[in-house]
């Protein structure tokens, strides 16, 4: 079976190497979890509070004194909310952000006590490990690091965290990772007290990490989960290199955040004609050798979790909740995995403008389905694609989710106005993802709007049976390409979903 790439303009091979791909023949270049693709829902979502407040439907100036707005506890007993979310499943479903940091955790709702500045019940607790249970989701988490959780000498306690490992057991549940706190790095605005720098971060983890072993374990220690190292409009407060020199080696993966930007709720004017152009979508590339980096020279070997992503940061930009942001949820996906990140935490699952759903519906916005796709498609054996001579022509391959020895291909054309070609020596399951409008709340499946049933059951995500031969991937499309009877050695070796 061979692929051949073609540009439309030349007619002639561009892939590199002899400019063939032969699907039975792609190595095996690395292996990810199989909760790969997850989501995180904020701990301000649990408690309710004041969160990021989407757009408004009509375009216009932003006011950013206006850029909060006061929200309810998330009903996570929603039967379409559970319904979407499971069908991404497996996954991890972190409960954490900004908010975490501050958030008292008690037996029933109330006022926060001084050192706090919100409340988790144990009910609305209850209701994470309901969920988590209902969609196979393993719960990440961090704890509070606020004033009200130290000593007199200002050193972190574990009273709070220990309260919550203990309810979630007696739950029947299961912390399945913990990072310490919630992006170190931006300790000033993040509910740490006056003044923290890295040193008392260090002083703090190894105590963390003390009471982690002996108390849970079981859990995971993440960390550091730093953002801001990358060149950004908001640079760190405390640099990772200063946290990781203070608190030392210890944690059993690495995490790191990332944003393209920040929206213009935190003063963001980024121009969507840019969200397809290469130096916007390597920007993932950069973060990761970064933090790739420093995990090298002060946690060799760990593997790497990317535990908190999404386009812009502060809820999300304008064009998030649109098609155009698909394409670097895809891409971003295919990148880290090529590059043996493993563990991806898209942010949102359902709230402000990058959620995956909408907030208020839990209807799903063209990502999730890409996201729904990618769960079904691609398996946790990465194969090596190689590169198209295109440099907006980008290519993934995995060994399929369930089939042994098939192969699926990604092939994303971020060109808005060149077409580019496959020529396929096999037939292949065409899936293609375009929309009339880039920015437009909706997208097809190979022609057909994709869409909740008038029950609101998921549709079918129907297959075009493609032969051999050529074919177009049309401007500004996403294609997945899955060869059923690819029979790749690397895919029938073990399988490479579940």
Known sequence: ??????????????????????????????????????????MVEVTGGRFWKPYPRTAGAFDQRDRYSARPPIDLTNARLRLLAASLSPAYLRVSGTWANATFFADAPGRPPPGFNAVLSHEQWRGVVDFARATDAEIVTSFA???GSRDADGRWQPDQAQHLVD??????GRIAAAEFMNEPTLAAIGGAPAGYDATAYGRDFRIFHEWMRRTAPE??????GSVGDAPSPSGPGITTRDLLAASGSGVDRFSYHHYNTISPRCGGRDDPAQALSEEWLARTDATLRIYQALRDTFEPGKPIWLTETADAACGGGRWDRTFLDTFRYLDQLGRLARAGVQVVMHNTLAASDYGLLDEATFRPRPSYW???????????????????????LHLYAHCHRAMGGAVSLLAINTSRRASHALTLSDSADRYTLHAARLQGPTVQLNGKTLALTA??????????????????????????????????????ARRSGL
């Open 145 to 147: 690091i606020s004033p």
């Open 1 to 42: 079976m061979t692929i051949a790439l073609l540009t439309a303009a030349t007619s002639c091979a561009a892939h590199a190497g002899d400019g063939t791909i032969a699907a039975a023949e792609l190595k095996a270049i690395g292996a990810i979890e199989a909760r790969f693709q997850s989501y995180n829902i904020e």
């Open 219 to 224: 859990t995971l220690i993440l960390g550091p």
């Open 455 to 492: 029950d609101g059951r998921l549709p079918r995500l129907g297959a075009r049976a493609t032969p051999a031969g050529a074919i177009r991937l049309a401007p500004a499309t996403i294609t997945f390409l899955v060869f059923p009877n690819a029979a790749n050695p690397a895919c029938l």
């Open 370 to 392: 890409a996201a729904l796709l990618w769960r079904r498609l691609m398996g946790t054996i990465v194969l090596d694609a190689g590169r198209a001579a295109p440099h907006d």
């Open 167 to 172: 309810a979630t057991r007696a739950l029947g």
